[in-house]
C-alpha cells in the first residue's frame, strides 16, 4: 500500500528511478522509527512490549512521512518517525480519556 503510493507518486518512473529509490528509504526510515520509539514509550508504560504500540507506530511513521516522502532527507524521515511515535501514543491516550473514540 504504502510503498505503492509513496513511490508511485513520481507518476513516471521512467528517469526518476533515483526520486523512488529516496521515497522508499524515507518511508521505510520513518515507519521503523515510529516503530520503535512507539514500542520504546509503550514499554516505558506497561514494561511489556505490545504489538499493538509497535504496529500502530507503524502506521503512525508512514501517515507522518506520506506528505514529505520525496523532499525529506534521511535524517529528516527519521525525527519524522520519531516525532509520530509520541503524537500516537498522547492521541491514543486522550482518546480513550475522553471517551470519544467508537472502538473504546
Known amino acids: 500500500g504504502w510503498y ?6 513520481t507518476l513516471a518512473i521512467a528517469g526518476y528511478g533515483g526520486v523512488a529509490a529516496h521515497v522508499m528509504m524515507t518511508t521505510t526510515i520513518a515507519a521503523a522509527v515510529g516503530c520503535m520509539s512507539t514500542t520504546f514509550i509503550g514499554y516505558l508504560c506497561t ?6 504500540f509497535a504496529n500502530n507506530g507503524i502506521l503512525s511513521g508512514l501517515v507522518a512521512i506520506t506528505a514529505g516522502c520525496s523532499t525529506s532527507n534521511l535524517w529528516g524521515a527519521f525525527f519524522t518517525g520519531l516525532i509520530a511515535g509520541p503524537v500516537y501514543v498522547a492521541g491514543s491516550k486522550l482518546l480513550v480519556a475522553l471517551e470519544i ?4
Open 4 to 9: 505503492g503510493f509513496n513511490g508511485v507518486s
Open 47 to 52: 514494561h511489556t512490549i505490545d504489538p499493538g
Open 101 to 104: 473514540d467508537d472502538v473504546v
